[in-house]
């Protein structure tokens, strides 16, 4: 390979640690187009597998190499709803995937994608677009995270009006209020939400269904009602002294930060109730939890001024590779060499287990802990002799979430839950007719790539159930016949770009339709 792989351009850890602008960038066109380069076109794409959506990647890597970027950005829209989000915060099981990343480093394949979404909009290819008929169906979702938005704006382009009803003050779910501005900026949330609501959808906010408004009545405002309201019981740290003042939830900390952020900014945000601040300013601060919750809140911790972050992690140290043994290629592996976070001057401890939380007046003072072995946290076993104890006045539990709430909306409907307390929908709809389920509260937590991917194909699931094809695409005979006219979108032109369809001259003389 005589082209090395170029990532992005990261602002030093050093300054970027006193704001919460976004701490990268993309590269200059020549750059990308060489990154595009670097794929292969494998005849066995296994970005594809290891892609939730399945996106193009080898056709929109070699169409931005080519510096085609309309065409691209149509590659990659007809796969992912919001590739601006994917192409932000997506830990790339893509990238895991490539077959570069074998023996060399894999495609930036993130990259390309958020560079071809930022032209889109940079060009104002990106536009409102509402559907050209309306069915008179209409569907409430409830929950506006990745998952509710992909459904609603995929139902709302088969025709039906659409809801979104979101118990926070504004839209995004753990997008606006989980992800500190420093990954993802909240007007890019705003901007995508402006575009949704063009196109006719309707944000309902700081309406929490199953309390201000009674799940039965959604019922009978809607023709159907989708279940988005994601993975919100946290995992909890089952220890002595869980109940010490200053140990507190990782995402209750980020709701906080996010919304102080909001308030800085001049944006809407709920006040913190009068004795609940958490803040990290000043104290030894222990998150216990290494994925990316855990990261992000070193992130913040940093940014408010913390006298120190470390981080326990049960997992193994990582091989020199990178890839632990359990996770062999083409799969993503759980943890990586280093973060943002850790590049800005958090520390991490790999096999750290917390056993216990010291108090002293009824704060959190320290954690105690121990090393362990094992591969992650199913068959961990403590090493003799390696107990420790580490300051904390702050203690930050970041160590998941179970399953979705049950109180409210869940328990009205009466819906069935799973053994690890999901939503039961095994093909997204639940056992009362007419409502579904999809994203976290129906598969556990997991990416915002998954999250996109299930509300794509709940949504086919709804229209149908509402008599339509789930189908959203419809190719007039103009847009057909369009290639003469240079028009990318037409059937004719994407055949020809796929170069895997071959179709005589024949096929494309056929009658126009009727005016």
């Given amino acids: 390979m005589r082209i090395e792989r170029a990532g992005f351009d990261k602002r030093d850890p050093r300054d970027r640690v006193h704001d919460y602008r976004q701490y990268f960038s993309l590269p200059d066109d020549a750059t990308l187009r060489a990154q595009g380069a670097r794929c292969m076109d494998c005849g066995v794409p296994f970005c594809h597998e290891g892609c939730p959506l399945g996106n193009r990647i080898p056709e929109w890597n070699d169409l931005v190499y080519n510096d ?95 809801v979104v009803y979101e118990r926070d003050e504004a839209p995004g779910g753990l997008l606006r209020f989980g992800v500190p501005d420093a990954k993802l900026e909240k007007w890019i949330i705003e901007r995508r939400v402006k575009l949704l609501e063009d196109e006719g959808i309707e944000f309902a906010c700081n309406m929490d269904v199953g309390g201000d408004v009674a799940a039965e009545d959604l019922l009978r405002r809607h023709d159907a009602v989708v279940m988005a309201i994601g993975s919100r019981l946290h995992r909890d740290l089952d220890v002595p002294g869980r109940e010490l003042d200053g140990v507190h939830f990782a995402m209750d900390y980020l709701y906080q930060r996010n919304r102080f952020v909001a308030r800085e900014e001049g944006r809407p945000a709920r006040e913190t109730a009068a004795g609940s601040a958490i803040s990290a300013k000043g104290k030894r601060v222990v998150v216990v939890g290494g994925g990316d919750t855990g990261m992000d809140c070193i992130s913040n911790a940093l940014r408010e001024g913390a006298d120190g972050v470390v981080l326990l992690d049960v997992y193994p140290p990582l091989p020199a590779n990178g890839r632990p043994p359990t996770t062999p290629w083409p799969l993503p592996p759980k943890r990586t060499n280093t973060t943002y976070a850790l590049d800005e001057g958090g520390e991490r401890r ?124 419809r190719i007039s005979a103009d847009a057909m016949f369009a290639y003469e006219d240079g028009d990318p979108n037409s059937l004719r032109h994407q055949a020809e770009t796929a170069r895997t369809v071959t179709v005589g001259d024949a096929f494309w003389s056929g009658p126009r339709d009727k005016r």
Wanted: hydrophobic fraction near 40%; charged fraction near 20%.
């Fill in 68 to 162: 085609r970027w309309r065409e691209a950005l149509t590659q990659l829209h007809a796969t992912n709803n919001f590739p601006e989000f994917t192409g932000l915060i997506c830990p790339a099981p893509c990238e895991s995937a490539c077959v570069l990343d074998i023996n060399d480093d894999p495609v930036t394949i993130e990259q390309i994608e958020l560079a071809i979404v930022t032209r889109g909009f940079d060009e104002g290819w990106i536009a409102a677009d509402p559907p050209d008929h309306r069915t008179g169906r209409s569907v409430g979702v409830v929950g506006s995270g990745p998952a509710g938005l992909a459904v609603a704006a995929e139902l709302n382009k088969h025709g039906h009006g659409v």
């Fill in 350 to 473: 790999f096999g750290s287990e917390v056993v216990a939380i010291v108090g002293r007046d009824g704060r959190a003072a320290a954690v105690r802990g121990w090393g362990v072995r094992g591969t992650s946290s199913r068959d961990l076993e403590p090493i003799p002799g390696s107990e420790f104890e580490e300051p904390a006045e702050l203690v930050l539990i970041a160590i998941g979430f179970s399953h979705p709430e049950h109180e409210g909306a869940v328990t009205e409907l009466q819906l069935d839950t799973d053994a690890r307390g999901n939503l039961k929908a095994p093909v997204y709809g639940t056992k009362v007719p007419g409502v579904f389920a999809c994203g976290d509260a129906r598969i556990g937590q997991s990416l915002v790539v998954t999250a996109i991917a299930e509300g794509r194909r709940c949504a086919r699931v709804v229209d149908q159930y509402l008599g339509g094809t789930g189908e959203v695409r």
